[in-house]
């Protein structure tokens, strides 16, 4: 949008008060998105002053303060009902109705993630689109993992039977189709089955894009933030050969 068109549309109105239904709707998710801005960049403040243990740490204290002061507040000031510090708009839903909402919120954390990929591509094109990418595995996959390990109370070294339960709560768990075994030598063998973006590419005609960079990092990290003595290995991934029964293949093992 040219510059003038932001500036006439900008001079329609001077506070929220002033702003159409429709208007205060979009202020409304924009101002979400500032608060979800705000709450990464103080971690990553957190994490270049202390280091990314502790700022995990203190993540978690601010994160809990901060879901129950917002959840409180939401149910006080705009009439809703909440038990236990879970809104009781999700707390009734069945089974069934929340399994979907976590595929909701899986497909919508997928399609953010293809969305910043491709804007980092189109502006500065490929190689930098990967390295941003595999970077940015580096920090989210041992944060997941230290999500995963506080939600189900895992104790600090779950071992390999820890890690096989913690693959299935990724949000990738809610998106392929994946499976696990132990191997004779006590090793543990992860396979993706079905892979949504391989999948999507096969679609389209186009060939695996070639995830093993990011892989070794994603899954060498998730592992390790699970149980530190736990090391990873890749069976295979792309642009590696790999047989119709997976699109990539892990081992890990202590």
């Not at 708009?89 to 919508?108: F, H, M, P, Q």
Request: glycine share 6%; hydrophobic share 35%.
């Amino acid at each position: 949008m040219p510059d003038k068109d932001i500036k006439n549309k900008a001079a329609k109105v001077f506070c929220p008060e002033e702003m159409k239904d429709s208007e205060l709707a979009e202020l409304i998710l924009d101002m979400a998105h500032r608060m979800a801005v705000h709450h990464t960049l103080w971690f990553r403040e957190v994490e270049h002053q202390m280091g990314f243990e502790k700022a995990l740490k203190v993540m978690d204290e601010a994160w809990d303060k901060t879901r129950a002061v917002s959840v409180k507040r939401l149910a006080r000031d705009l009439g809703l009902s909440e038990t236990d510090g879970v809104p009781d708009v999700i707390g009734r839903l069945s089974g069934t109705e929340k399994l979907k909402v976590l595929d909701v919120i899986a497909k919508n954390w997928l399609a953010q993630d293809g969305v910043w990929f491709q804007a980092v591509e189109s502006a500065y094109g490929m190689n930098d689109a990967k390295r941003c990418n595999d970077s940015a595995w580096g920090r989210f996959s041992p944060f997941e993992a230290h999500s995963i390990k506080r939600l189900l109370n895992m104790e600090e070294r779950p071992g390999l039977e820890g890690l096989r339960t913690a693959l299935n709560f990724r949000l990738y768990g809610r998106l392929n189709v994946q499976s696990s075994r132990y191997d004779s030598d006590g090793s543990l063998i992860f396979e993706m089955n079905e892979c949504r973006v391989q999948t999507a590419r096969h679609r389209k005609g186009m060939e695996d894009y070639p995830c093993r960079s990011a892989g070794l990092v994603e899954y060498g990290r998730f592992a390790e933030a699970i149980d530190d003595r736990i090391k990873t290995q890749c069976i295979g991934c792309p642009p590696d050969e790999h047989p119709d029964e997976w699109h990539c293949a892990w081992k890990f093992y202590i």
